[in-house]
């Protein structure tokens, strides 16, 4: 049975959530090299069927911190795929990359995402590092995290605004003074930051 049968086998459970599409990414790459499996990540990744695409995602993102051109290729061709389920795993991926190479290490990258021009690599970090401050790094430095996620309270991406603030929301939980603190120095009446603040206090009494 080839790979893409394996996957295919598990259509419906990998289009329904990241964990089966984890599973698989590391089962179909055990015992063979970077340069194999990078040629198989792209493989993957150029398949119509969204399920196989998405293992062939995940592979590039365990491959990144090794071979620096998947991170490029995340960025700037797997940010472009339509399918909405491509994307939440361009996010898994872009965490993955972020928890090999380290959290501390990875800010530059994690700051130039967030800064691109095209809102699925943004997204990516938000959706990706959720919950930020249960990750290494940002568990320590919760107002870092929040900072990050605040410079995207204005985006042009009603898609984007969304998920900071969902993010926003998950880190009011443990820290709610903090993200109190941070909602108190916004112009609410930007629209926009509106949206972001209405997720991000929803837990703030």
Avoid at 30 to 40: C, F, H, L, Y
Avoid at 55 to 73: N, R, T, Y
Avoid at 137 to 166: C, M, W
Wanted: proline share 2%; glycine share 4%.
């Amino acid at each position: 049975m080839t790979e893409i049968e394996i996957i295919l086998q598990h259509k419906e459970r990998i289009e329904h959530g990241g964990k089966e599409v984890r599973i698989l990414a590391q089962e179909i790459s055990q015992g063979a090299s970077i340069e194999d499996n990078t040629k198989r990540a792209h493989m993957l990744f150029a398949r119509q069927e969204p399920a196989v695409k998405m293992v062939g995602v995940f592979l590039s993102g365990m491959l990144a911190v090794q071979v620096e051109d998947e991170l490029a290729f995340l960025r700037e061709e797997v940010s472009q795929e339509a399918d909405w389920r491509v994307q939440e795993i361009l996010a898994q991926a872009f965490n993955r990359y972020c928890a090999d190479t380290g959290y501390e290490q990875a800010l530059p990258t994690i700051k130039a995402w967030l800064g691109d021009k095209r809102a699925n690599v943004r997204r990516a970090v938000t959706e990706g590092l959720r919950i930020w401050t249960s990750r290494p790094y940002f568990k320590d430095h919760p107002q870092l995290a929040i900072q990050l996620l605040s410079t995207l309270k204005e985006d042009e991406s009603e898609y984007v605004r969304k998920s900071t603030g969902n993010a926003l929301r998950d880190i009011s939980r443990k820290y709610p003074e903090l993200i109190a603190q941070e909602l108190e120095t916004w112009d609410t009446a930007n629209k926009k930051a509106l949206l972001i603040y209405k997720l991000a206090s929803r837990f703030i009494k």
